[in-house]
């Protein structure tokens, strides 16, 4: 990366059961691609609980979803669009794996608990990628530990904060504030501080909106 790029904010209000979000995720990377070394780019991960009903023991996930989308025929469809755009993307979805519909709260105040933003995204990367292609559950600590221990190494720390209830309000409150604020879906992306971007859109979507903000700053720069 170049010295010369600008620092440049993106926060992302995702859920990591949400398969959307990890297609989203993929897009904004191939348009941080595009871009290239004309920004640094400063990537937040802001929590989001697209089912905080489900019990800490999870439900089966098929079942959920059903019940979501009505029918089995509807979720069915549903699936085969998101696995051909997920192959577009990179992502090899195998939702007849996932044993159960997670509550999220517990891996959110994970993702949290690292002390800088390279780490969060990579432990985010790898809970969309042990809960959508790899099939595992994610109620379990022990499985949600081998996930992690890559990231975390240290598992003292990993259990302070799977048993901190403090952690864990802290993040039900900030998921409080973006309702409050008007998101009610994800992935919800807020460009430059500026801009935001509903919805995994095409990378050009977002390059259009990163050139956007940079022409702004260059123009509010003094003559």
Request: hydrophobic content about 35%.
């Amino acid at each position: 990366m170049s010295t010369n790029s600008e620092p440049f904010s993106i926060d992302i209000v995702s859920d990591v059961a949400c398969p959307w979000c990890y297609v989203g995720k993929k897009k904004l990377e191939l348009a941080l691609q595009t871009v290239g070394n004309k920004i640094d780019p400063q990537v937040r991960w802001r929590p989001f609980q697209l089912s905080p009903e489900i019990p800490e023991s999870g439900i089966d996930y098929k079942e959920h979803l059903t019940q979501k989308f009505g029918s089995l025929d509807r979720l069915d469809g549903a699936w085969q669009r998101l696995t051909e755009i997920g192959k577009s993307v990179g992502i090899p979805f195998q939702f007849e794996a996932i044993p159960k519909a997670t509550n999220t709260l517990i891996l959110h105040a994970l993702v949290a608990g690292l002390s800088t933003l390279e780490e969060q995204a990579k432990l985010v990367d790898l809970f969309f990628a042990a809960n959508f292609t790899e099939g595992k559950d994610l109620t379990n600590k022990e499985v949600i530990w081998k996930v992690a221990e890559p990231i975390y190494k240290d598992r003292t720390k990993f259990d302070a904060i799977f048993e901190n209830p403090e952690l864990k309000e802290n993040i039900r409150q900030e998921i409080s504030y973006y309702h409050q604020n008007g998101i009610s879906g994800v992935p919800y992306f807020i460009i430059g501080g500026k801009y935001a971007v509903s919805g995994a859109q095409d990378p050009s979507v977002f390059v259009e909106v990163i050139e956007t903000v940079l022409k702004e700053r260059e123009s509010e720069k003094p003559s």
